[in-house]
């Protein structure tokens, strides 16, 4: 896949494809072109039937550390329709990566602030080393992160919310796994060791299910009405019946893997 060099895409042969922040001088801080950049790299994959699972992380020292506050201070000048349009982008490429349709797995090293804290709730699997640090810190600087707020409040809720994201204190990878934002905690320099396993986990499941299990998971809500039950009754029997489902079963039945698990490559 071609990609701009300020994020890098690497696809294995299992459809594990890696992305990288790649803006290290400023500690992968987002600007207008890396928006860009990585929305056209998601647009790519989300054509791309052989992706299976997306690795997000960041190059350099620092997973990602928010918006770029140059830039940020040029974009207050813009007038107000071109103001609003950048907000807009920078919105819809979190909620791309919020609705994906297949899992997505942040490796969090260093800072992850402001919008990267919004990116790592928008991953259904974060993984930290444990000299990660996080915060939401636009009001710091005068902002406000509404445009993460949705991913924000689902990840750590909005209790939490409402505390960090009023004081913007840095936590800890351990703080972040007890309020719910962060999976699993890696030493230093272990982030793929930690994340082999889950990946291989995923790759055995059915990627229709898993992908059909994560949409309706994020609409399901906290309260079930009779439209939504009566939907999720739907999903859950036509799934039942469906190809990949007699793959699955019959697979357990004859103590096999499933055709669609692809091991990793003994290097």
Same mark, same amino acid.
């Given at each position: 896949m071609s990609n701009d060099s300020l994020v890098l895409v690497d696809t294995d042969s299992r459809g594990v494809a890696t992305v990288t922040l790649n803006r290290p001088e400023v500690n992968n801080a987002y600007n207008a072109e890396l928006v860009q950049a990585l929305g056209d790299v998601f647009d &790519? %994959?989300?054509?791309?039937? =052989?992706?299976?699972?997306?690795?997000?992380?960041g190059n350099g020292p620092h997973f990602q550390a928010g918006a770029d506050l140059k830039w940020l201070r040029q @974009?207050?000048? %813009?007038?107000?329709?071109?103001?609003?349009?950048? =907000?807009?982008?920078?919105? $819809? #490429?979190?909620?791309? #990566? /919020?609705?994906?349709?297949?899992?997505?797995?942040?490796?969090?090293?260093?800072a992850c602030i402001g919008g990267g804290t919004g990116i790592a709730c928008a991953c259904d699997l974060v993984i930290a080393s444990d000299d990660a640090t996080f915060a939401i810190s636009e009001a710091r600087w005068g902002a406000i992160a509404s445009i993460i707020l949705p991913q924000l409040n689902a990840a750590i809720g @909005?209790?939490?919310?409402?505390?960090?994201?009023?004081? *913007?204190?840095?936590?800890?990878?351990?703080?972040?796994q007890t309020m719910g #934002? @962060?999976? &699993?905690?890696?030493?230093?320099?272990? #982030?793929?060791? @930690?994340?082999?396993?889950?990946? /291989?986990?995923? %790759?055995? *499941?059915?990627?229709?299910?898993? $992908?059909?299990?994560?949409?309706? $998971?994020?609409?399901?809500?906290?309260?079930l009405d009779d439209e939504m039950f009566d939907m999720l009754v739907d999903v859950h029997a036509n799934c039942r019946q469906s190809e990949e489902a007699s793959e699955g079963f019959a697979s357990f039945i004859e103590k096999r893997d499933a055709s669609w698990y692809v091991p990793k490559e003994v290097e």
């Open positions: &790519e %994959l989300g054509k791309d039937a =052989s992706v299976r699972i997306v690795v997000i992380r @974009v207050g000048t %813009l007038n107000a329709k071109e103001n609003l349009t950048t =907000s807009y982008r920078t919105a $819809s #490429l979190v909620r791309t #990566l /919020d609705e994906f349709p297949v899992p997505t797995i942040a490796l969090i090293h260093g @909005v209790r939490n919310v409402r505390r960090y994201a009023i004081t *913007c204190e840095k936590f800890g990878a351990i703080k972040a #934002l @962060v999976h &699993e905690i890696a030493p230093l320099g272990k #982030l793929d060791e @930690v994340a082999e396993p889950l990946i /291989d986990a995923i %790759l055995k *499941c059915g990627p229709k299910a898993v $992908s059909a299990t994560k949409y309706w $998971s994020q609409r399901a809500g906290e309260r």
